[in-house]
């Protein structure tokens, strides 16, 4: 079984969805980086919660790969309730690909445009 790593998966969604078409208020990338290098399961979510933390720790994710990016705003103080502390307590990277996938070729835009 072939071993993928958390920058091969960055490396990948960045030639589908480039990081610097992202739009400049955003906050797009590897936002919680996790201890392990080699990806172990991939959860995709639109917004990360602490629930959908512990769902993904619990299937064996080490990579949670969000629409929405977990940290938008300066924080101001991180309790250990907030999504930051439960990815780094569960060992969990959060990739979030946010107006860069919004504006790839087959990303969000795209797709819902063909919907309708």
């Known amino acids: 079984m072939q071993r993928v790593t958390m920058t091969e998966v960055y490396e990948e969604i960045g030639r589908w969805a480039p990081w610097d078409t ?58 250990r309730e907030s999504v930051p502390a439960v990815l780094v307590r569960n060992g969990v990277t959060a990739l979030c690909a946010h107006t860069n996938l919004d504006k790839a070729r087959g990303g969000v835009c795209e797709t819902l445009a063909q919907q309708l």
């Not at 919660?49 to 101001?76: D, Q, Y």
């Open 22 to 79: 992202a739009e400049e208020w955003d906050n797009v990338g590897v936002l919680v980086q996790g201890p392990d290098e080699v990806v172990t399961g991939i959860c995709c979510m639109l917004d990360i919660t602490p629930e959908a933390v512990a769902w993904a720790a619990e299937k064996g994710c080490n990579l949670v790969l969000s629409h929405h990016p977990v940290i938008f705003r300066p924080m101001k103080k991180l309790s």
